[in-house]
């Protein structure tokens, strides 16, 4: 096969659309058509199912799709290093991250990207989510890992790096603080801690105001810092939504991380500016993405919701 051929067929298996394909590929639509047909005659089969509505794959063309692209990608990766290292790229591209895993991660590729690229310094810097989609925007940041959802349109999202088990941040004296798993329906018994300056389809998604069973949740006080939301929670004034994995980085005598057994988890994912970036910033994608673990589900056991009414809290403040 083509290189042509290759990124066609990865293109439109990706797109799913002749004109879109055309488009990406700054060639017309009947080029990507003659691309496919001799592709197709030279395999023997059909690659794709075409009707005027939708263009899927076929069988033969998702098994096509699976073992051509992980070797595409690699061949990409090896004449970025290539190019890069005759161009020096240099200069200091600089990370944001919003749990501490994140960070960890980061500096494992940044020493990795480092030894490839040693003009070019990788600076890391800790922020809370609504400061850290700020800085991304105004340029404070180049790339960032935080977690989901976004619908910036000026923000390109990436894949999945981490996907962890959401849990309710309790004050350690709570009824709910001894339980090993709690559900949606027990945010209705205490307020949440919320976090000011985020966007309304990130505050849905961690802080919403009714329980599945439609029971209201009362919202707490707000706190723009993750350090003074615990400092509300473990003086009683509520709960917060966050991960159970951050029970081990930020544990406190005073609060307790209880997972849910029936909340989806959070994900967290690689962002940059869609206008996009350098090819240092590409190739630090890239290096993040080849050091991150494998995003498995987060174990759970799913159990019946129960109404809220049914627990008594302990605790005196609710």
């Known amino acids: 096969m083509e290189r042509y051929e290759i990124e066609t067929f990865l293109a439109l298996a990706e797109e799913l659309h ?100 040693p003009r070019c310094a990788v600076e890391l810097q800790e922020v809370t989510y609504n400061a850290a989609i700020v800085a991304l925007q105004e340029k404070d940041v180049d790339l960032l890992v935080a977690e989901l959802p976004v619908e910036e349109p000026d923000i390109a999202v990436g894949p999945i790096l981490f996907r962890e088990r959401r849990a309710l941040v309790l004050p350690a004296t709570h009824a709910l603080a001894a339980r090993e798993t709690v559900s949606r329906e027990d945010c209705a018994l205490l307020p949440l801690i919320t976090a000011v300056g985020v966007s309304e389809v990130w505050r849905d998604a961690f802080f919403p105001r009714r329980t599945p069973q439609g029971f209201p949740i009362e919202h707490g006080p707000a706190a723009a810092g993750w350090q003074e939301v615990l400092s509300l929670v473990g003086s009683g004034k509520g709960a917060t939504v966050a991960t159970a994995r951050a029970g081990h980085y930020y544990a406190r005598p005073d609060i307790a991380y209880v997972p849910f057994d029936d909340a989806p988890p959070v994900d967290y994912a690689l962002m940059w500016r869609e206008a996009g970036g350098s090819d240092g910033l590409q190739d630090l994608i890239q290096t993040i993405i080849e050091y991150a673990p494998p995003p498995a589900s987060p174990h759970t056991h799913p159990a019946p919701a129960s109404p809220p009414h049914q627990i008594q809290p302990a605790s005196p403040s609710r």
């Open 18 to 117: 002749f004109a879109r394909t055309a488009e990406r590929l700054h060639v017309s639509p009947g080029r990507v058509s003659q691309t496919i047909k001799a592709l197709e005659r030279r395999i023997g089969g059909a690659l794709f199912e075409r009707s005027s509505r939708r263009v899927t794959l076929t069988p033969v063309g998702r098994q096509l799709r699976d073992d051509l692209l992980p070797a595409y990608e690699q061949i990409r990766r090896a004449v970025s290093v290539a190019t890069a290292a005759c161009q020096g790229i240099g200069g200091v591209l600089r990370v944001g991250y919003t749990a501490a895993w994140s960070g960890e991660l980061v500096l494992r590729a940044a020493d990795v990207f480092s030894s490839r690229h």
